[in-house]
């Protein structure tokens, strides 16, 4: 789910599916069906397929707790990163 919620997020920052398939690194149907696969799991549309894209009521509903959790999983992520570098340099280290 984690890939999907990016997606969402991307697509909200970037404001469309191609622009965010871009900056995620990935295929235009990628995206699109993260976000449709999304729209599954919570129960109804997160936009409004048309130009402008827009937001839909869900959407900005789940938008600030998505990116909150978006961004607790990053901090986590980087705090497991440095605990496994230092556990990694210690391993060097001679057994008394």
Same mark, same amino acid.
């Given at each position: 789910? #984690? ?5 969402? *997020? ?8 191609? /622009? ?6 990935? @295929?235009?149907? %990628?995206? +699109? ?5 999304? #729209? @599954? !799991? ?5 936009? #409004?397929?048309?130009?402008? $894209?827009? $937001? %839909? !009521?869900? /959407?900005?509903? *789940?938008?600030?707790? $998505? ?5 607790? +999983?990053? @901090?986590? &992520?980087? /705090? $497991?990163? %440095?605990? %496994? +570098?230092?556990?990694?340099?210690? &391993?060097?280290?001679?057994? &008394?």
């Amino acid at each position: 789910m #984690e890939s999907r919620i990016c997606y969402f *997020l991307a697509v909200c920052r970037y404001g469309g599916f191609t /622009a965010a398939a871009r900056a995620c690194g990935v @295929r235009h149907s %990628t995206v +699109s069906r993260g976000v449709r696969q999304f #729209e @599954r !799991a919570v129960g109804g549309k997160l936009f #409004e397929r048309r130009r402008p $894209l827009r $937001l %839909t !009521a869900l /959407a900005l509903r *789940l938008r600030p707790m $998505l990116e909150e959790l978006h961004g607790l +999983s990053v @901090r986590i &992520d980087r /705090a $497991l990163e %440095t605990e %496994t +570098s230092v556990a990694n340099a210690g &391993d060097g280290e001679a057994a &008394d």
